[in-house]
Structures are given as structure tokens and as C-alpha cells.
T-cell receptor
Framework: NAGVTQTPKFQVLKTGQSMTLQCAQD?????MSWYRQDPGMGLRLIHY???????DQGEVPNGYNVSRSTTEDFPLRLLSAAPSQTSVYFC????????????FGQGTRLTVV | DAKTTQPPSMDCAEGRAANLPCNHS???????VYWYRQIHSQGPQYIIH???NNETNEMASLIITEDRKSSTLILPHATLRDTAVYYC?????????????FGDGTTLTVKP
């Protein structure tokens, strides 16, 4: 099992560019979510999904879009990157039924210049 | 979910017990206490959780006060590899783990 896989690990964007951060899990988890972590701070929830075709906003959703067409994948789209979106992004998955812990990917470090 | 308060940083000598406190005075009856840690900007990793009884696993022990308003995570013999940010999270079991609210955590530095 690979767990939660995020790609790319590092990315530099210019202001105004768009890109998609990829997240895939192989644990058949119903629940997936995206967090961002700014330097010296905790994680903040961007968007989450409780299953294929169902997404909802978290604490800081502005500037980001998500979709969930399959159980395995949950991509995060930045429509028009801004320097304020410079952060480390973490994807997580968890089971609806074994709801003890969330499993996190290794993160994508994004810099917007 | 109830708010938690943790000290921003702590030091611990290698081989000694590390005791990390967490205050959650507004915890409600159906909320559990969960601990995660984040090593060197990797993704957070689950450590342990509990409702009201003390819990122990291969990684740590969790002591919850009788009134449940605070708890302590104990790493019995800290090693240099335990240097990390530790997050205390309170949530109900009905709130999915993927919607956990992370505060700023406690940065634990284990020193030789």
C-alpha cells in the first residue's frame, strides 16, 4: 500500500498561473480532504469530500476548486495563483467507518512568485 | 469541536520522559482527545486517542484528567527522532478524522 500520494512535491508558479495538485489514495477511504500549512502554523482545512461526487468547503476555500470523480483521487485546483497561496499543501484520507485517524500525504510545497 | 491550548515549545533530554500538556476546558461529553505529530514538515501522523480513560500504545501514553478538561501525552523514553510538532485535537467521533481542527501545536525538541 502506498497510502496517500501527492504530486508534485515542489512547485513554483508565477502569479496568475493555474495548476492542479494531485492526490491519490489506495485505501478505499470514503473521506478525503485538503489542508494548507503556512510557516509556523497549524493546518487549515481547504476543502473536503465525503465520497465520489460530493465536495464541500472547509475553513479557507477561496481561490481553490476541487472535484471528486473517483474514490481514489481528489485533485486541488488553483485557478489564478496568488503569493498568498504560497504554502505547504497536505492531502488526507480517512475511513468513514474506522474513523480513528486521518492518513496524510507527504505534502506539496508551493511557491507563488 | 472544542478549542485546545498547548504550550508553543518544550525541551526534553534524550532518554527522559516527555510530558506534553493540552488544555481543553470546553470539551463536551461526546468529544475525544486525539494526538498527532508532524516530523520535519512531513504529513502529520496519528499517535493516540482517548475519551476518559488513560490509554497506552506502542508510541505513547495519554492521561486525561477526571474532569476531562486537560490531558497529557507522555513519550516515556524520548529519542532524538521524537523531535516534532505535537498537535492535540478534540473532536466528536461523528466528525470525520479528515475534518480535524489543528491548532499551532507544541514543538518538542529532544536534546542529547
Amino acid at each position: 500500500n502506498a497510502g496517500v500520494t501527492q504530486t508534485p512535491k515542489f512547485q513554483v508558479l508565477k502569479t496568475g498561473q493555474s495548476m492542479t495538485l494531485q492526490c491519490a489514495q489506495d485505501m478505499n477511504h470514503e473521506y478525503m480532504s485538503w489542508y494548507r500549512q503556512d510557516p509556523g502554523m497549524g493546518l487549515r482545512l481547504i476543502h473536503y469530500s465525503v465520497g465520489a461526487g460530493i465536495t464541500d468547503q472547509g475553513e479557507v476555500p477561496n481561490g481553490y476548486n476541487v472535484s471528486r470523480s473517483t474514490t481514489e483521487d481528489f485533485p486541488l485546483r488553483l485557478l489564478s495563483a496568488a503569493p498568498s497561496q504560497t504554502s505547504v499543501y497536505f492531502c488526507a484520507s480517512s475511513s468513514q467507518y474506522m474513523n480513528t485517524e486521518a492518513f496524510f500525504g507527504q505534502g506539496t510545497r508551493l511557491t507563488v512568485v | 469541536d472544542a478549542k485546545t491550548t498547548q504550550p508553543p515549545s518544550m525541551d526534553c533530554a534524550e532518554g527522559r520522559a516527555a510530558n506534553l500538556p493540552c488544555n481543553h476546558s470546553t470539551i463536551s461529553g461526546n468529544e475525544y482527545v486525539y494526538w498527532y505529530r508532524q516530523i520535519h514538515s512531513q504529513g502529520p501522523q496519528y499517535i493516540i486517542h482517548g475519551l476518559k480513560n488513560n490509554e497506552t500504545n506502542e508510541m505513547a501514553s495519554l492521561i486525561i484528567t477526571e474532569d476531562r478538561k486537560s490531558s497529557t501525552l507522555i513519550l516515556p523514553h524520548a529519542t532524538l527522532r521524537d523531535t516534532a510538532v505535537y498537535y492535540c485535537i478534540v473532536r466528536s467521533f461523528n466528525t470525520n478524522a479528515g475534518k480535524s481542527t489543528f491548532g499551532d501545536g507544541t514543538t518538542l525538541t529532544v536534546k542529547p
